[in-house]
């Protein structure tokens, strides 16, 4: 606490203050001071310094969390990592001057004390978690973290911003809880946002039914997909694109207001309020391929070949392959097993079992 906090606490008395077991008031009796542990009053100024004085921890936590300006939906996501609304002041402060740690998504976050009640935040990828810093590419300014998490690890493009795809190898370090939001939100976009309009009861969610009726242009196609003949198609694509494997949301949106989905939505801690761009943009692309007629195709296949092609799209779907070393014979997706197969049952033009595609449009 210092002498600006305590002078703030003085001025806003007469409002009253209600914070965290904190309550100051003051009338024509004078001031009244109660805590958790005690109960003042008739207090004139000067006597409610002293008292405040002893009191420093619940001040200065009053002064970081009513007399800062920050948005409402920033200030209940700072007070949400340190659980502010389930341990009391001391109980917190005490945590808070070893360090409080909490998650968001794949981000590790760090909360430290700092001077007067303030807090310092450090965030970095949870693989990162139980390294030093020194070992990381360290930053302070939110604005790095664009180009940072641009791509993974493997260099690959993340056109989807919350895929369970962030690199490692940084930290952004003395944050204060503006900054710590902004770099948030840089690498996780609207999580905050949305989170908080959920606790709120204010979310907005568009279900996958009204979503596609606004598709226009190119993406208008998929509304052909989607005839008012059930929704297992809609089960499909939640299936294979929100999955928490795939996106660490937590999906809320259904087929419709009334029909829910048979896929299980996720237990990401921030939601996803509508079919995203990425889901649109593949939905486009699967209206069109089942538009196609089925088509009967006949050629052998082993056993242990039909297990391995089961095992090779298995292993795409799950995004293993990489994982999977080419000493790993026994793998069904093992490069070396793979070309095998392909050597074996694919004739010169690329058919399996030499049975050419036909084409479903003719």
């Known amino acids: ?69 920050r948005p409402d939906a920033e200030t209940a996501f700072l007070r949400w990592l340190e659980t502010a609304a389930e341990t009391d002041v001391p109980e917190r402060y005490e945590a808070l001057v070893e360090s409080v740690d909490a998650s968001w998504g ?20 949870e693989a990162d978690a139980d390294l030093e810093y020194g070992a990381l590419e360290v930053h302070t300014d939110p604005l790095d973290a664009r180009e940072l998490v641009k791509h993974d690890d493997n260099g690959k493009y993340r056109p989807l911003k919350t895929a369970p795809t962030l690199p490692t190898g940084w930290a952004f370090v003395d944050l204060d809880g503006r900054s710590l939001a902004r770099t948030v939100d840089i690498i996780y976009p609207a999580t905050i946002a949305n989170w908080h309009l959920e606790r709120e009861g204010d979310l907005d969610v568009s279900h996958w039914h009204e979503t596609i009726e606004r598709q226009t242009g190119i993406y208008g196609v998929i509304e052909t997909w989607d005839r008012q003949e059930g929704h297992e198609h809609v089960n499909w694509v939640a299936e294979a694109c929100c999955a928490d494997s795939q996106c660490l949301k937590r999906r809320e949106w259904e087929y419709d207001e009334d029909t829910d989905l048979d896929v299980d939505g996720g237990d990401g801690a921030f939601p996803c309020r509508e079919p995203c761009s990425l889901v649109i943009s593949a939905a486009r692309k699967w209206t069109q391929l089942e538009g196609e007629e089925p088509q009967t195709y006949e050629f052998e296949l082993t056993p242990s070949e039909k297990e391995q092609i089961e095992d090779i799209i298995d292993s795409v779907a799950e995004g293993e392959t990489e994982e999977i070393r080419e000493a790993d014979i026994y793998e069904g997706a093992n490069r070396y097993r793979t070309r095998f197969l392909r050597a074996k049952r694919f004739d010169e033009d690329g058919n399996l079992g030499g049975v050419p595609t036909e084409d479903s449009g003719e």
């Open 1 to 69: 606490m210092n002498d600006t906090q305590l002078t703030a606490l003085v001025e806003a008395a007469a409002d009253g203050i209600d914070c965290d077991g904190l309550r100051v008031s003051h009338s024509l009796d004078g001031y009244t001071v109660e805590t958790p542990e005690e109960h003042h009053e008739g207090l004139d100024e000067e006597r409610l310094r002293c008292v405040a004085e002893e009191n420093p921890w619940f001040v200065s936590n009053w002064f970081y969390w009513e007399r800062i300006q």
């Open 106 to 125: 794949q981000l590790a976050i760090e909360i430290t004390l700092a001077d007067d009640g303030h807090r310092t935040y450090n965030v970095r990828n």
